[in-house]
Structure formats: C-alpha cells, structure tokens
C-alpha cells in the first residue's frame, strides 16, 4: 500500500532527523 511506504519513508527520515539533532555534526 502506497500509505503504508509513505509512512514508513516518513518515519525513517524523522528518525534520521532525531539522530542528527541528538549528535549535531557541525
């Protein structure tokens, strides 16, 4: 189901996002 990707999709890019704002590289 194309909403289920989506929502997967989102989830690891906010995932991703909480990472790089936990351990900010610059």
């Known amino acids: 189901a194309p909403n289920l ?13 909480s990472e790089q704002k936990a351990d900010p590289v610059g």
Do not use: A, R
């Open 5 to 17: 990707d989506q929502t997967v999709i989102v989830g690891m890019l906010s995932k991703l996002v």
